[in-house]
């Protein structure tokens, strides 16, 4: 938190009511329907987060969290807005940060795209690195402490900034969005863990508002997101860094709430970049890789149901647009030196859809 007092409320006001306007100035992110074989019964919905203005879901965050330490005093005139961030958090933080004339700093590991890195500093951010994923906290605060600025914190303040109940969240423009669809209400909807804010608000709205439906969390293969949930142990701490940008922790976040997920899948990282290629054939969009992790879980969802002879339909995330990963992701000889082969999951992929059978 910030160690200035006594802000400046009317600073504030008009800080709020600029955050507020770009809200009322941006339309709400499509939803698409991706075309499955009829006979499987199961409708597929993506939502395409990277339409935001700075092009991934985490724009919504940013907006929720800027407004969030407004109201609370932590940020006035002057404040410098530090973060802990794989890349596309600080990306919408520093556009939130310039739109108010504040100075950014975006604290992450120098694994980071540099296709984030170049958007974090076209917005006027600056970016501080470190070599583990472990470092980025104790970094950002350190560097808060020194400007007399404010650590954001996206990871503990992300599930309590952002109102599950609904006020145009996530969750509620889904369910609005899919009413008028042949199964309005989603069997199951899918998405992975960052700070675990977007899994915490769609479950607890889904909750609140009595739907049946399902919340199934997806994970990379290392983070400790889905052991502590497995375990129902907190203290999981993996120490490594996610090779899929944007999701997956070394510890178990404190805006990870594991109550309101019904059930989680590990996966294997070069599966999720497989799943992204697999989605740009199949739909003609060219998503991240943290959409591929989405997806690779989808496919197992989907031929469950199948399996089970159960209709229904499925909601996940495109989290971000393939643009922003030119040089890795969609990069062979960059995947070849991380060792990511998407040979094998390309073609269970390819069976499952001839067959209708997962048999990753």
């Not at 700075?54 to 002057?78: D, M, P, Y």
């Not at 069997?187 to 709205?205: C, H, K, M, Q």
């Not at 393939?322 to 991380?338: D, F, H, M, Q, T």
Request: with cysteine; glycine share 10%.
């Amino acid at each position: 938190m910030s160690t200035q007092h006594a802000p400046d409320w009317a600073w504030t006001h008009q800080a709020m009511q600029k955050v507020q306007a770009e809200n009322n100035r941006s339309a709400d992110t499509h939803l698409y329907k991706i075309e499955l074989p009829a006979h499987w019964g199961v409708d597929l919905y993506v939502k395409d987060e990277s339409c935001h203005r700075t092009g991934s879901l985490k724009h919504r965050l940013a907006r929720s969290l800027f407004l969030f330490a407004l109201v609370n005093g932590w940020i006035s005139e002057g404040t410098t807005v530090v973060e802990a961030s794989s890349g596309s958090t600080a990306v919408s933080e520093a556009y939130f940060a310039q739109l108010l004339g504040l100075d950014f700093v975006a604290v992450m590991t120098r694994s980071t795209s540099p296709e984030k890195v170049a958007l974090i500093e076209s917005f006027g951010g600056r970016c501080h690195f470190v070599d583990a994923a472990d470092e980025v906290y104790s970094a950002a605060a350190a560097i808060a402490a020194e400007t007399n600025g404010h650590y954001m914190d996206q990871f503990t303040y992300a599930e309590r900034a952002t109102d599950w109940r609904g006020n145009n969240n996530i969750a509620e423009s889904i369910f609005t969005q899919i009413s008028h669809e042949r199964f309005p209400e989603p069997a199951w909807v899918v998405v992975g863990a960052g700070t675990g804010g977007t899994s915490a608000t769609i479950g607890r709205y889904i909750r609140y508002h009595g739907h049946s439906t399902r919340l199934a969390v997806v994970d990379p293969e290392g983070s400790a997101f889905y052991p502590a949930w497995r375990d129902a142990n907190p203290s999981v701490v993996t120490g490594r860094s996610s090779r899929i940008e944007g999701i997956g922790r070394p510890r178990m976040e404190p805006s990870f709430v594991p109550g309101v997920i019904d059930h989680m899948i590990e996966i294997p990282d070069a599966a999720s970049v497989a799943a992204m290629m697999h989605f740009a054939q199949l739909a003609g969009m060219s998503a991240g890789p943290s959409t591929g992790t989405n997806l690779w879980g989808v496919w197992q969802l989907v031929a469950d149901m199948v399996a089970n002879g159960e209709r229904g339909s499925i909601v996940t995330l495109m989290c971000d647009g393939g643009e922003r990963y030119a040089g890795s992701y969609n990069n062979p000889e960059w995947l070849a030196e991380k060792g990511l082969d998407p040979a094998p999951h390309l073609a269970t992929i390819g069976a499952f859809f001839e067959t209708g059978i997962w048999r990753g």
